[in-house]
């Protein structure tokens, strides 16, 4: 990158990694968030890879937005980008990362891309890596010992210690001094009423916990009773100065007057509730406002130039979506009138004629799609992904009504995403191919007139032009239903 292009800013940030899934990163990161809340040090939180949950953790602690950090989707410039926008936004004295899985745990034929350990490294961000001691002794040492030496990159510079007495924390903690030379900044005791219950998605999402707020105090309680926040901020302090490269895509000056924005309804309820921060501000940038309705409690759906449906647990909820008929007429309504319509995994579900649930029961759906999607108990298709049109879908004559109504991606483009799904429908599309990292491949996608819904969760500032087009495509429908005379601005440059 060129020095014209960049800017360095000073932040202090620490990342909370573990040596496996389950040893209580996302307890640690909201008793942390909130001990700094109290301290009144303002604080902004992220997530390593492509996670929605645990973000929704941190924002019901903070009251902010949690951005998710994936360089897989986003690459090294983008989670700089994304770190510095997070703490730009709340106005920030530090960043708080979680971490993914295990610390060296991520994908490609090293193992470690997209990893936290591959974050920690392109971020410059020192880690703080979460211990579950419990049943441990001397061994803990060890360890920690192994994580911190392993590799060329030695960004581990401190341990917290979870469910563990403070008596034996102590004694662990001068037995990782001695051998390792790290500090151990905190410890938690084993109180299984501070858990986070988990389902097959992750962890259950904040809003279903009763006492949430009165769990993440308790832990902070007993966080603030082991925690040496002065060295913790050193830590964080010691991190250097942060590279931001100028976004080559910047749209700052392209949202236009207020004659030129358009509303996109975004599905925000307990049946969906995954939606990357990026992305919405990506389409925000493009001039769309972003209104949010529940298919679930709403009626009918509000009066927009288009529709978002994100992922979550349709599952779930599969008898009040089915009860709400007005809510599903009024979205079948919506696509038969052209309404441009975005649907990613759940929302995709939702679109479709029927959802089968585990124990044989069916539900109706929106019937905008053809096709019934089924619970498999399995993880059908896993990972990231990046997705390219189908000949037949591709864009190809910018003149053409076709064109124009459905204008996702252009020969060559290609968007990165993800799946990660329990279910799978009789009609997953193939408007598009999905490639894996490792090279397996498969199509996916349904293309409709001015709908694309499918399984893959897409990551829209990996190809910006596709944001652009579904807003410029709600731009359309907008003259279309005010009667205006139609000028094409789909563009996609």
Not at 109 to 120: D, F, P, R
Not at 209 to 232: N, Q, V, Y
Not at 462 to 489: I, L, M, T, W, Y
Request: hydrophobic share 35%; aromatic share 8%.
């Amino acid at each position: 990158m060129s020095e014209t292009n960049t800017s360095t800013i000073s932040l202090p940030r620490i990342l909370i990694a573990a040596p496996s899934s389950g040893s209580g990163k996302t307890l640690f990161t909201c008793a942390l968030l909130r001990l700094l809340q109290r301290k009144g040090i303002r604080a902004a939180a992220f997530k390593c890879g492509p996670d929605y949950i645990d973000p929704m953790f941190h924002r019901n602690v903070l009251g902010t937005p949690s951005r998710s950090l994936d360089l897989y989707l986003a690459g090294e410039e983008g989670v700089c980008r994304s770190l510095a926008a997070g703490c730009r936004e709340a106005n920030a004295e530090i960043a708080v990362i979680e971490g993914v899985m295990g610390y060296l745990d991520g994908t490609g034929e090293s193992g470690m891309t997209g990893s936290s350990c591959h974050l920690a490294a392109a971020t410059k961000t020192p880690v703080i890596l979460t211990v579950n001691a419990r049943g441990m002794s001397r061994s803990a040492s060890a360890l920690v010992k192994g994580f911190a030496e392993y590799g060329e990159d030695r960004q581990i510079k401190g341990v917290f210690l979870n469910r563990t007495s403070k008596a034996m924390a102590e004694t662990i903690a001068n037995w990782i001094a001695e051998d390792t030379g790290l500090p151990v900044l905190a410890s938690l005791q084993q109180d299984e009423k501070l858990a986070f219950s988990s389902r097959h998605l992750g962890l259950v999402e904040p809003g279903e916990i009763p006492d949430l707020h009165k769990r993440i105090d308790r832990a902070a309680d007993l966080l603030s009773e082991t925690m040496d926040l002065e060295k913790l901020l050193a830590i964080a302090q010691s991190a250097p100065e942060l590279k931001i490269s100028a976004d080559p895509e910047s749209r700052d000056s392209q949202i236009g007057d207020d004659l030129s924005r358009v509303t996109i309804a975004v599905a925000m309820d307990e049946a969906f509730s995954f939606y990357y921060e990026d992305n919405l501000e990506l389409l925000e940038s493009y001039g769309a406002q972003i209104l949010r309705f529940s298919p679930i409690h709403d009626s009918r759906l509000p009066d927009a130039d288009g529709l978002l449906l994100g992922g979550g647990y349709p599952e779930l909820w599969a008898r009040e979506l089915s009860a709400n008929a007005s809510m599903r007429d009024s979205i079948r309504r919506a696509a038969e009138a052209g309404m441009p319509i975005l649907a990613e995994c759940g929302g995709f579900q939702y679109l479709q004629e029927e959802l089968e649930m585990a124990d044989g029961s069916v539900y109706e759906m929106a019937g905008v799609l053809d096709g019934r999607s089924a619970m498999t108990g399995r993880l059908v298709r896993f990972g990231y992904v990046e997705l390219s049109a189908r000949e037949e879908t591709a864009s190809k004559d910018k003149d053409s009504d076709t064109w124009r109504k459905a204008p996702w991606l252009d020969p060559g483009q290609t968007i990165r995403g993800h799946e990660f799904h329990y279910s799978d429908s009789t009609c997953n599309g193939e408007a598009f191919t999905a490639v894996k990292p490792n090279g397996r491949k498969w199509d996916c996608m349904v293309a409709k007139g001015r709908i694309l819904a499918g399984y893959p969760h897409l990551y829209y500032p990996s190809c910006p032009p596709f944001a652009e087009r579904f807003v410029n495509a709600c731009r359309d429908f907008r003259q279309e239903r005010s009667g205006s005379k139609h000028e094409s601005s789909a563009s996609g440059a």
